[in-house]
């Protein structure tokens, strides 16, 4: 995980997100990144300045424009505190919208660079295995990749190849080393217990609610929005409809489904949903799905294998 950005120098900060646009920019010679605005309607396209400025655009920014705006955000940053007022003059700029996109795109920079590196290189071994390295903001994630530890930091070097991040920008924090970890909303661990099971020593995924372990466990925490608040009962009841779809690409084991989908539903009668209408979403859900297997089983027999556990709970 990475820890802070306090640390990134303003001019290493700004060089990186130059080459990186621009190096996205030139993917294609006649299509330019561009920005068009309509009132306070802002959209992103591709294209060239003449042919946009025929379109319905109150205003319409070049790539030289967002980074001489990039710029001034950078270098004009300002910290008051009561009648003291601080110019910022490292780190990422506090307090803005954008900070958090900023350094996203500063790491990202670092690790296409890294990327290209060993491309070039033809460490092609190397590449297969970062493949399965990602990252998430300040969250990283590390499957089967010895070698990452080791190239770390720019200043680290392992077989001639340099590494990846910056040590003076950033401190990288390691949280967690085993079978099973956590990263974001998912579980990640090898399965076992059943030798003839075909997903037996292979990693598998399931949800993880760090609201429901360990220090938070005991708190109770209100999970959805209340039935008596102001929004639609519809857009209420789709609540269970839009979890229900993060199950499926979570939950690699249709008992974690099961369990995950029942969990939700009496969370949301305790938020005062009404019993009849959320079952009737879990089977409009189940019968609509997109493919005609789910778990290997039909939809219908999910349906049916919930309806059980509900009585029993």
């Not at 292979?202 to 993880?208: C, G, P, V, W």
């Not at 993060?246 to 539903?265: E, P």
Request: aromatic content about 12%; glycine content about 6%; hydrophobic content about 40%.
């Amino acid at each position: 995980m990475l820890q802070y950005y306090t640390k990134i120098e303003h001019n290493d900060l700004f060089s990186k997100l130059q080459a990186l646009f621009t190096q996205l920019d030139k993917m294609e010679n006649n299509r330019g990144t561009l920005v068009g605005r309509k009132g306070t309607h802002f959209q992103l396209f591709r294209g060239n300045i003449v042919d946009s400025g025929k379109q319905k655009w109150e205003k319409v920014y070049s790539l030289d424009d967002l980074l001489q705006m990039i710029n001034f955000l950078i270098n004009n940053t300002y910290i008051t505190l009561a009648d003291s007022c601080w110019k910022q003059a490292i780190g990422i700029p506090m307090g803005t919208n954008c900070g958090v996109n900023l350094v996203d795109f500063y790491l990202t920079k670092y690790e296409l660079d890294f990327m290209v590196q060993l491309k070039q290189g033809n460490h092609w071994e190397l590449l297969r295995i970062f493949c399965n390295t990602m990252r998430y903001l300040d969250d990283i994630l590390a499957i089967d990749n010895p070698l990452f530890v080791k190239l770390l930091y720019t200043d680290c070097q392992h077989e001639g190849i340099k590494g990846i991040y910056p040590r003076g920008a950033l401190t990288i924090e390691r949280v967690s080393r085993a079978e099973k970890v956590q990263y974001m909303d998912a579980s990640i661990s090898r399965y076992s217990g059943d030798s003839k099971h075909y997903m037996d020593g292979k990693l598998f995924t399931r949800t993880f609610d760090k609201r429901r372990f360990g220090k938070f466990a005991h708190l109770n925490l209100l999970r959805y929005t209340a039935a008596e608040s102001l929004i639609l009962p519809s857009v209420g009841l789709n609540i269970i409809t839009t979890q229900m779809h993060r199950f499926v690409k979570l939950d690699m084991r249709l008992s974690d489904f099961v369990n995950d989908t029942v969990q939700t539903f009496y969370d949301l009668i305790h938020s005062g949903f009404d019993r009849i209408n959320l079952l009737s979403k879990i089977r409009r859900f189940l019968l609509t799905f997109k493919s005609r297997l789910l778990y290997g089983v039909t939809p219908i027999y999910i349906y049916r294998l919930l309806l059980r556990k509900l009585k029993r709970s």
